[in-house]
Nanobody, 115 residues
Framework: QVQLVESGGGLVQPGGSLRLSCTAS????????MGWYRQAPGKQRESVAA???????VYADSMKGRVTISRDSTKNTVYLQMNSLKRDDTAVYYC?????????WGQGTQVTVSS
């Protein structure tokens, strides 16, 4: 089993930055993909960014150019650096780990962009 714990969310002003972290524990093997999703009130959950264990990344158009995903495999941790945040970025941000077609989700961390 895999457990994921996100942290780093909070209240930030428009134009500000936040860095989210997600640490995985349990039965973790190489070859997995870790990524970030978000869900705004009344909207479907959407992908933000993902990175595989080889370091390849993919970004969704919604935040491309404003976010950077990175990971520290020694700590089983993935990060999401978010810059130039907008009010529309307000959402619960979730971390996901995919391994052999199994998805594991964290509990989410709230990001609120407001003045």
């Amino acid at each position: 089993q895999v457990q994921l714990v996100e942290s780093g969310g909070g209240l930030v002003q428009p134009g500000g930055s936040l860095r989210l972290s997600c640490t995985a524990s349990g039965s973790i093997f190489s070859g997995n993909v870790m990524g970030w999703y978000r869900q705004a009130p009344g909207k479907q959950r959407e992908s933000v960014a993902a990175m595989n264990s080889a370091g390849n990344t993919v970004y969704a158009d919604s935040m491309k150019g404003r976010v950077t995903i990175s990971r520290d495999s020694t700590k089983n941790t993935v990060y999401l650096q978010m810059n130039s945040l907008k009010r529309d970025d307000t959402a619960v941000y979730y971390c996901k780990l995919t391994y052999r077609m199994n998805d594991y989700w964290g509990q989410g961390t709230q990001v609120t962009v407001s003045s």
